[in-house]
Every structure is written in structure tokens, then in C-alpha cells.
């Protein structure tokens, strides 16, 4: 559908260029009012739109009203992707500036967002993190092995991943509480029980599974976008003294399972097709399960504010293994995906400095302070820091935005 739709095509709510959300985004989330019932909504500008409040999405698209009372995406999901492109299509034709004489009838269904409470879009049954950066993981490498040999042999072959906790992904503005655990001081000494003394953000993509496999059933490449609906911004954010101690033999656990924090609003595929880009070259060519052709990732601009300081400007383009390459790799010996699990792409790092997606390489493992308009500088991150994520498509008529990603972090 979004092929079809004009660049030039605008909605009788009001809205700048630089909005995150044209009528060309339209994307899904959940929100209430006062502590009340929790409903499915879109937006345009500013305006909330509650999809249990227009009667044609009920009537033309075949959905019960009662889907759209409900706590998470995840029933609305389950209907189908052709389902939710159905919705798409209606708020569409029902909010175009030709259709400008439906505003009153529809009164009841706009709500400033300013006047709304967001809340986490997706019940994530499971949360896969990746690692599908090629610069990201070439940075740390570098500072913690050998830089001449920065990845290891198996990362140029297969997206490197982990099972996280979807338990604690949180919703934008989620306070962050400072995790404790074990960490060592000084080399070789034995560890100590303690707060982490270097908190760390980690700018990501996520995208969100729309259609499940069988136990035991593959997800071909060719067919896994049947099975992505979306993408949230995310932040995993990491304990980087406390994942530096535990992480032999097993990998991350305590230093990353704390919190992760995603944006309240999934942007449809649908919504990106006209932001699609080709990937980095890939030497060794992928084995024959994780080859693609045509263009498989998207120009999306990711900012990293601290402080309301600019500390990164990255891309999703960047990322070496795309979201259709994860999604297979996943699978293919047989893991069934569920609808609304959660796979995070892993820090999205560019190729220079003013890209790269962690405090951990902003400021080269401490080495190299990042200095902020207050005369102060970090290292890593302190208590009362506020992180605020940013990622936008966008072309000379409109962008698609996915709104804030933010977290302030708090005391012990």
C-alpha cells in the first residue's frame, strides 16, 4: 500500500514537515486516560486517534470493537498483517484532507497526546538481542581483545545473538533504576558487591514478530518479513562492569536484564518501503540460508541526546546482518517465533566516533571523557542523566518518526 500513496498526500489534522507522524506513518500503540481502560490507538500530528471510536474501521475491515480494547497490540497482531494494513488504509481515506468533512463526526476519537498516557505497545512473550553491528562489535573488540583480530571468526558468518528478559522492556519514560551486582575493582583482585559504576546506554532498532512459526518449521528469508510487523526504537541499556565480570563462559545476564527501554509506538513496514536501502557488502558470502538480494535495510537517522546534549548521530543502514537475516538465522533450526516477541538489532554504531552507539565507545572504555554544554563530562552515565533516543525516515515531503525513547536514570 505504501507505494501507492502520494508524497504529496496530507490529512485535514495539522501537522509541520518535521512531525514524526504524517498520515503516511500511522502507527500503533496504547494508551489510556486518567488510569482508565487501556485502548489500541494510532496518531497523526499530535492527535491521538482511539480506533475503538470510528465505526468504519469496525464495519470495513471486519475487526470486532472489542480488539481494540485490549491491554497490548498482540490480539490485533494475531488477526493478520493484512488485517492491520486494512486499518491503514481506512485512517487513510478517513483522515485525507478530501475527507475533511468527517472532522465533527469524529470528535470523540481525537485526544491530544499531550492529554494521554503511552504505554508499552507489545506483550513480549520472548527478546532476542543481536549483535549485527559490524563497527559496534569491531570497537569493542578492539578495547577488550586483540585489534588486530577485533571479531571473532564466527561473527562475518552468523548474526550473534541472546536470549534476553522480556520481563523488564519498559515504556518510554520508565525511570532506570542504577542495578547492582558483582564487579571488580582492580584486575585480578576478587569482586565486590556494588552498584554499577558504569551504567551504559545502547542505541538499537527492534522489530517485532506480526506472524509465528511452528516449532520445528524454518522461517525462509524469502518469507520473513510475512512474519515482522514492525519496528520500535530500543534501548538496552547495560551494566558494563557487572556483563564485564560475568560474561565467561555464558554471556550477558545480570549486566543486561535489568531494563530495556522501547517507544510506545510500532511503525508498520508498510509505513518504510519507500525507505528501503541496500546493506554493507557481505565477504564471506552468507551461506546459502541467510543469502538476500535487493534492498533489505533501511536509511533510518538514530540520535543518542544526554542531557539534551547531541552525543551520537547513527543510521539502521549501518547494520551489517538486516532484520530479515536475524529473523532466519533464528529460526532455522527450528525455534518457533510467537506474535509480539521482540528482536533487538544490538547497538547500531557508524563509522566514525560522532556514530557510535554507546558510552562504552563514545567515550573509548573512559579513555576519552565526552564533554557535555554544562562543563561537565561523562564516561559513563550518572545518576539524574536523562537519555533520549531519536530515529526518523525521512525524504524531501515527510518523515516517519517513532517518537521518544527515553529514560532518566536513578539513584542506588
Same mark, same amino acid.
Given at each position: 500500500?505504501?507505494?501507492?500513496?502520494?508524497?504529496?498526500?496530507?490529512?485535514?489534522?495539522? *501537522?509541520?514537515?518535521?512531525?514524526?507522524?504524517?498520515?503516511?506513518?500511522?502507527?500503533?500503540?496504547?494508551?489510556?486516560?486518567?488510569?482508565?481502560?487501556?485502548?489500541?490507538?494510532?496518531?497523526?500530528?499530535?492527535?491521538?486517534?482511539?480506533?475503538?471510536?470510528?465505526?468504519?474501521?469496525?464495519?470495513?475491515?471486519?475487526?470486532?470493537?472489542?480488539?481494540?480494547?485490549?491491554?497490548?497490540?498482540?490480539?490485533?497482531?494475531?488477526?493478520?498483517?493484512?488485517?492491520?494494513?486494512?486499518?491503514?488504509?481506512?485512517?487513510?481515506?478517513?483522515?485525507?484532507?478530501?475527507?475533511?468533512?468527517?472532522?465533527?463526526?469524529?470528535?470523540?476519537?481525537?485526544?491530544?497526546?499531550?492529554?494521554?498516557?503511552?504505554?508499552?505497545?507489545?506483550? !513480549?512473550?520472548?527478546?532476542?538481542?543481536?549483535?549485527?553491528?559490524?563497527?559496534?562489535?569491531?570497537?569493542?573488540?578492539?578495547?577488550?581483545?586483540?585489534?588486530?583480530?577485533?571479531?571473532?571468526?564466527?561473527?562475518?558468518?552468523?548474526?550473534?545473538?541472546?536470549?534476553?528478559?522480556?520481563?523488564?522492556?519498559?515504556?518510554?519514560?520508565?525511570?532506570?533504576?542504577?542495578?547492582?551486582?558483582?564487579?571488580?575493582?582492580?584486575?585480578?583482585?576478587?569482586? $565486590?558487591?556494588?552498584?554499577?559504576?558504569?551504567?551504559?546506554?545502547?542505541?538499537?532498532?527492534?522489530?517485532?514478530?506480526?506472524?509465528?512459526?511452528?516449532?520445528?518449521?524454518?522461517?525462509?528469508?524469502?518469507?520473513?518479513?510475512?512474519?515482522?510487523?514492525?519496528?520500535?526504537?530500543?534501548?538496552?541499556?547495560? !551494566?558494563?562492569?557487572?556483563?564485564?565480570?560475568?560474561?565467561?563462559?555464558?554471556?550477558?545476564?545480570?549486566?543486561?536484564?535489568?531494563?530495556?527501554?522501547?517507544?510506545?509506538?510500532? $511503525?508498520?513496514?508498510? !509505513?518504510?518501503?519507500?525507505?528501503?536501502? !541496500?546493506?554493507?557488502?557481505?565477504?564471506?558470502?552468507?551461506?546459502? *540460508?541467510?543469502?538476500?538480494?535487493?534492498?533489505?535495510? *533501511?536509511?533510518?537517522?538514530?540520535?543518542?541526546?544526554?542531557?539534551?546534549?547531541?552525543?551520537?548521530?547513527?543510521?539502521?543502514?549501518?547494520?551489517?546482518?538486516?532484520?530479515?537475516?536475524?529473523?532466519?538465522?533464528?529460526?532455522?533450526?527450528?525455534?518457533?517465533?510467537? $506474535?509480539?516477541?521482540?528482536?533487538?538489532?544490538?547497538?547500531?554504531?557508524?563509522?566514525?566516533?560522532?556514530?557510535?552507539?554507546?558510552?562504552?565507545?563514545?567515550?573509548?572504555?573512559?579513555?576519552?571523557?565526552?564533554?557535555?554544554?554544562?562543563?561537565?563530562?561523562? $564516561?559513563?552515565?550518572?545518576?539524574?542523566?536523562?537519555?533520549?533516543?531519536?530515529?526518523?525516515?525521512?525524504?524531501?515531503?515527510?518523515?516517519?518518526?517513532?517518537?521518544?525513547?527515553?529514560?532518566?536514570?536513578?539513584?542506588?
Amino acid at each position: 500500500m505504501e507505494n501507492s500513496l502520494p508524497a504529496l498526500l496530507k490529512s485535514w489534522i495539522p *501537522y509541520e514537515r518535521e512531525c514524526d507522524f504524517p498520515i503516511h506513518n500511522l502507527p500503533l500503540g496504547i494508551f489510556s486516560v486518567n488510569g482508565g481502560q487501556k485502548k489500541i490507538c494510532s496518531i497523526i500530528g499530535d492527535q491521538i486517534i482511539d480506533l475503538s471510536e470510528i465505526p468504519d474501521i469496525t464495519s470495513n475491515c471486519g475487526i470486532p470493537k472489542s480488539i481494540f480494547y485490549n491491554d497490548f497490540l498482540n490480539p490485533l497482531l494475531t488477526l493478520g498483517k493484512d488485517k492491520v494494513s486494512l486499518i491503514r488504509k481506512e485512517l487513510l481515506t478517513i483522515f485525507s484532507e478530501k475527507n475533511d468533512k468527517s472532522k465533527e463526526s469524529l470528535s470523540s476519537a481525537l485526544r491530544p497526546v499531550s492529554m494521554v498516557k503511552l504505554h508499552l505497545p507489545v506483550k !513480549a512473550g520472548d527478546y532476542t538481542d543481536f549483535y549485527s553491528s559490524r563497527e559496534h562489535a569491531t570497537n569493542v573488540g578492539m578495547m577488550f581483545r586483540d585489534p588486530a583480530n577485533a571479531l571473532l571468526p564466527n561473527w562475518l558468518y552468523l548474526p550473534v545473538g541472546y536470549h534476553g528478559r522480556s520481563s523488564s522492556i519498559v515504556v518510554s519514560e520508565t525511570p532506570i533504576k542504577r542495578p547492582h551486582g558483582q564487579i571488580v575493582l582492580r584486575d585480578g583482585e576478587p569482586p $565486590v558487591y556494588s552498584a554499577s559504576r558504569q551504567l551504559d546506554f545502547e542505541l538499537e532498532m527492534a522489530f517485532v514478530i506480526g506472524k509465528g512459526n511452528a516449532l520445528g518449521e524454518p522461517i525462509p528469508i524469502e518469507k520473513a518479513e510475512e512474519h515482522i510487523q514492525g519496528l520500535l526504537l530500543f534501548n538496552d541499556w547495560s !551494566a558494563r562492569d557487572i556483563q564485564k565480570w560475568e560474561y565467561v563462559p555464558l554471556g550477558p545476564f545480570l549486566g543486561k536484564n535489568f531494563a530495556s527501554t522501547a517507544s510506545p509506538w510500532l $511503525v508498520d513496514l508498510e !509505513a518504510l518501503e519507500k525507505f528501503r536501502v !541496500a546493506g554493507p557488502e557481505q565477504n564471506p558470502v552468507p551461506l546459502d *540460508y541467510l543469502k538476500q538480494s535487493g534492498a533489505n535495510n *533501511y536509511n533510518i537517522q538514530l540520535e543518542v541526546w544526554l542531557n539534551n546534549n547531541l552525543v551520537s548521530k547513527s543510521n539502521m543502514k549501518y547494520l551489517y546482518w538486516s532484520i530479515k537475516q536475524q529473523l532466519a538465522h533464528h529460526t532455522v533450526n527450528g525455534c518457533n517465533m510467537q $506474535v509480539g516477541d521482540i528482536c533487538a538489532s544490538g547497538t547500531i554504531s557508524g563509522p566514525d566516533q560522532t556514530s557510535f552507539g554507546s558510552m562504552l565507545e563514545l567515550a573509548w572504555k573512559g579513555t576519552k571523557p565526552i564533554q557535555l554544554k554544562d562543563g561537565s563530562s561523562r $564516561v559513563f552515565l550518572e545518576d539524574g542523566d536523562r537519555i533520549e533516543m531519536k530515529a526518523y525516515a525521512e525524504n524531501e515531503h515527510y518523515r516517519i518518526g517513532f517518537g521518544s525513547c527515553s529514560g532518566v536514570i536513578t539513584g542506588n
